[in-house]
């Protein structure tokens, strides 16, 4: 089984903080994302990694940094954490070219 | 970019009922619409997907849909049951190397017992 872990599942940060999340995969996957997931407005693109070292911005970048070192391992940092950016964070893997996406179970992340 | 439309937000059916989710999208070149379905607590996971070589897909009591002239497709859930009450997700991505994937805004499904 694909398994996906994120670092944490509740997160409370003060605002000006600087919050690293972090997933790891286990299936030798090439893309890796990082989403948000907010009532009402689904699932946004924050960025994605198609390999190490390369990322790719996605719909909501801004206030956001992310990190891909080793394959199986894609970092989103905060590098100052803001309250509008309390929300769920999912991560998820995949092989390319439209295949499933395997999202681990989120973050909640609350920012005071 | 790509937008997708999902409709309702919420739906309510009585166990054993039918259950149609809705999506519209606005890119011609999209061409893979897959589904996902977030329990509690948990991550999306795909349930069903289809490509735009095709106009129907079904696995059980899940079949999917697709009118590329009109740019729309749903997901139909037959026999509804309790354990089917999640949060639904449509999607669509227009391949390529990156796959990136644009997900709807979601639709809350309860299946009363």
């Known amino acids: 089984d694909v398994k996906v872990t994120q670092s944490s599942r509740y997160l409370v940060k003060r605002t000006g903080e600087k919050v690293f999340l972090e997933c790891v995969q286990d299936?030798?996957?090439?893309?890796m994302f990082w989403y948000r997931q907010d009532p009402g407005l689904g699932l946004r693109l924050i960025y994605f990694?198609?390999?190490?070292?390369?990322?790719e911005k996605g719909d909501i970048p801004e206030g956001y940094s992310v990190s891909r070192e080793k394959k199986e391992r894609f970092s989103l940092i905060l590098e100052s954490a803001s309250t509008n950016q309390t929300s769920m964070y999912l991560c998820?893997?995949?092989?390319?070219?439209?295949?499933?996406?395997?999202f681990g179970p989120g973050t909640r992340l609350t920012v005071l | 970019g790509e937008n997708v439309e999902q409709h309702p937000s919420t739906l309510s059916v009585q166990e054993g009922d039918s259950a149609v989710i809705k999506c519209t999208y606005s890119d011609s070149a999209s061409n893979y619409f897959p589904w996902y379905k977030q329990e509690l607590g948990k991550g999306p996971q795909l349930i069903i997907d289809i490509r735009s070589n095709v106009g129907e897909k079904k696995d059980q009591r899940i079949a999917v849909t697709l009118n590329k002239t009109a740019k729309h497709f749903s997901l139909h859930i037959t026999e509804t049951q309790p354990e089917d009450s999640a949060v639904y997700f449509c999607?669509?991505?227009?391949?390529?190397?990156?796959?990136?994937?644009?997900f709807g805004t979601g639709t809350k499904l309860q299946v009363i017992p």
């Open positions: 299936m030798d996957h090439e893309n």
């Open positions: 998820a893997s995949s092989l390319p070219r439209n295949n499933e996406q395997f």
């Open positions: 990694s198609y390999d190490v070292k390369m990322k």
């Open positions: 999607a669509a991505s227009k391949g390529g190397g990156y796959q990136k994937v644009t």
